[in-house]
């Protein structure tokens, strides 16, 4: 049963990176049918996608954070990770990482079958 | 961009069903995905593909798509459907991106 489970510091001052990554156990990351990604979900508020990620490096990342994300992969250690730059109080929240299926459709989409349990990011000083 | 727009609550007696709205402009020509999250619990995908149910949920969950609005159906509501729930859709039109509802709480009465 593929478990994805994020790791990574709960609290990150204003102005520094925030760097989480996500052990993907039970399966490997390295499956030709998946993108991995972030999504997090501020106190109250509804989901955001962040970005993703193959395991060939190819990423996609949401416009409105773009200039602040990173997402990389390690294959070796089935493990993405996400640093996002520059953070603020406005980047508080818990972060998700998820698996992402591919379909297609005249264009590809992709959709989240498989959820870790989340880690708390507080911004604070 | 494109932007999903769900209805901030929907209310219903248990046994009845809810309906849950997302709409999009032409959302019908989009592949629609329903998520169900509990408070203090990670989303969990209902339903996929317009109306597709991943294994282990049940058949009272369905969901529709057309036109300008994709719906989550869920028949003989139960106490333990109060949730939040959000659609998601994938953008391809731009930039590649993953697009969310904004939500909408479930209540059981």
């Known amino acids: 049963q593929l478990q994805l489970q994020e790791s990574g510091p709960g609290l990150v001052k204003p102005s520094e990176t925030l760097s989480l990554t996500c052990t993907v156990s039970g399966g490997s990351i390295s499956s030709s049918s998946y993108y991995w990604g972030w999504i997090r979900q501020p106190p109250g508020k509804g989901l955001e996608w962040i970005g993703s990620?193959?395991?060939?490096?190819?990423?996609y990342y949401n416009p409105s954070l773009k200039s602040r994300v990173t997402i990389s992969v390690d294959t070796s250690k089935n493990q993405f990770s996400l640093k996002l730059s520059s953070v603020t109080a406005a980047d508080t929240a818990v972060y998700y990482c998820a698996r992402l299926v591919r379909g297609y459709d005249s264009n590809y989409y992709y959709y989240m079958d498989v959820w870790g349990k989340g880690t708390t990011v507080t911004v604070s000083s | 961009s494109y932007v999903l727009t769900q209805p901030p609550s929907v209310s219903v007696a248990p046994g009845q069903t809810a309906r849950i709205t997302c709409g999009g402009n032409n959302i019908g020509s989009k592949s629609v995905h329903w998520y169900q999250q509990k408070p203090g619990q990670a989303p969990v995908l209902v339903v996929y593909?317009?109306?597709d149910r991943p294994s282990g949920i049940p058949e009272r969950f369905s969901g529709s798509n057309s036109g300008n609005t994709a719906t989550l159906t869920i028949s003989r509501v139960e106490a333990g459907d109060e949730a939040d729930y959000y659609c998601q859709v994938w953008d391809s039109s731009s930039d590649h991106r993953g697009v969310f509802g904004g939500g909408t709480k479930l209540t059981v009465l």
């Open positions: 593909d317009d109306s």
């Open positions: 990620i193959y395991y060939s490096g190819s990423t």
